[in-house]
């Protein structure tokens, strides 16, 4: 997957999230190259699309849930991964800053949202 691809489909999922992108942070794979000092075509592979939010209980999540499906995101509950949703043919997944939310979390996702960085994907912004 090159740093092209990748910026490709962030932005499509960044257009796709509508006004519910600025809750959103991209992290994982497709953004290795955001970050790297020196660019690179060749990035490690990737499938999907990650984004953490910041959550505190599943309620919240559930809220959230709706207003996904609402923009057109669709819950893929055939691989068994209960944050995975597809839009347009892209695998997104996304992760709730806090364990109480769904039951699983990384450490790192507080840290993550909390000193994101905001980068110019050149139609737009994201954290």
């Known amino acids: 997957m090159s740093h092209q691809e990748n910026i490709t489909r962030i932005r499509a999922v960044n257009y796709a999230l509508g006004n519910l992108k600025e809750a959103v942070v991209f992290v994982g794979g497709a953004t290795v190259s955001l970050y790297a000092e020196r660019r690179t075509e060749d990035v490690r592979p990737t499938d999907d699309i990650d984004v953490i939010i910041e959550?505190?209980?599943?309620?919240?999540?559930?809220?959230?849930?709706?207003?996904?499906?609402?923009?057109?995101?669709?819950?893929?509950?055939?691989?068994?991964?209960?944050?995975?949703?597809?839009?347009?043919?892209?695998?997104?997944?996304?992760?709730?800053?806090?364990?109480?939310?769904?039951?699983?979390?990384?450490?790192?996702?507080?840290?993550?949202?909390?000193?994101?960085?905001?980068h110019d994907i050149g139609e737009d912004k994201i954290r």
């Open 55 to 118: 959550l505190w209980a599943y309620k919240d999540y559930s809220v959230i849930d709706e207003r996904l499906r609402n923009l057109g995101f669709v819950n893929d509950q055939e691989s068994g991964v209960i944050c995975r949703y597809t839009i347009n043919g892209i695998i997104v997944d996304v992760m709730p800053t806090s364990k109480e939310t769904l039951g699983f979390s990384n450490r790192w996702y507080p840290a993550g949202f909390a000193n994101s960085i905001v």
